[in-house]
T-cell receptor, first 116, second 119 residues
Framework: AQSVSQHNHHVILSEAASLELGCNYS??????LFWYVQYPGQHLQLLLK??????LVKGIKGFEAEFIKSKFSFNLRKPSVQWSDTAEYFC??????????????FGTGTRLTIIP | NAGVTQTPKFQVLKTGQSMTLQCAQD?????MYWYRQDPGMGLRLIYY???????DKGEVPNGYNVSRLNKREFSLRLESAAPSQTSVYFC??????????????????FGPGTRLTVL
């Protein structure tokens, strides 16, 4: 069974600081990787995703993530955070069921608080 | 184009009561999902429906039933609510099942959630 680990439960940064949120997964097969963001009181929105090709993927709002296959990692980065980045961030990995259908396994989430 | 909608947004139940959470999507997606979100546990899959007419259990199906009413709608039913089912419930949809032996290029889109409290 696949699993996803997010090591940072709560990260507090000042505006303009650089951000890196860790994500490691365990899965024996080919993976699709995602980062979702949940702003306070809102639903999950896709931040970025990796399926194949360039392991450095760029998402919305200046976020990027790097897939390092040898480390089973997909860390999220942003060079300079803003107060509006305050949210909860979820890493997820997909697998296929017997129906050939994608199922997402989520990490436990990292709460990011940006101090103005 | 509303995307994924859920009703109700909030609900309070007493232990033993039943209720159905409704989910609908207008994106003509084949696959639909129900998750629950609990503090410190991320999102866990309850049930999913790869296509109209099929449903399958996820990670935490006990105490729940689902119905894929048609391509648009996927409901989640709690027959006898328990305090352990207090959670935020999210519905999601996805365009198509992954190709056998291939890789998905689709993404799950989430609804706004239903906050359920069971007393």
């Amino acid at each position: 069974a696949q699993s996803v680990s997010q090591h940072n439960h709560h990260v507090i940064l000042s505006e303009a600081a650089s951000l890196e949120l860790g994500c490691n997964y365990s899965y024996g097969g080919t993976v699709n990787l995602f980062w979702y963001v949940q702003y306070p009181g809102q639903h999950l929105q896709l931040l970025l995703k990796y399926f194949s090709g360039d392991p450095l993927v760029k998402g919305i709002k200046g976020f990027e993530a790097e897939f390092i296959k040898s480390k089973f990692s997909f860390n999220l980065r942003k060079p300079s955070v803003q107060w509006s980045d305050t949210a909860e961030y979820f890493c997820a990995v997909s697998s296929f069921s017997n129906f050939g259908n994608e199922k997402l396994t989520f990490g436990t989430g990292t709460r990011l608080t940006i101090i103005p | 184009n509303a995307g994924v909608t859920q009703t109700p947004k909030f609900q309070v139940l007493k232990t033993g009561q039943s209720m159905t959470l409704q989910c609908a999507q207008d994106m003509n997606h084949n696959s639909m999902y129900w998750y629950r979100q609990d503090p410190g546990m991320g999102l866990r899959l309850i049930y999913y429906s790869a296509s109209e007419g099929t449903t399958d259990k996820g990670e935490v199906p006990n105490g729940y039933n689902v119905s894929r009413l048609n391509k648009r709608e996927f409901s989640l039913r709690l027959e006898s609510a328990a305090p352990s089912q207090t959670s935020v419930y999210f519905c999601a949809s996805r365009a198509m099942p992954g190709l056998a032996g291939g890789r998905s290029t689709d993404t799950q889109y989430f609804g706004p959630g239903t906050r359920l409290t069971v007393l």
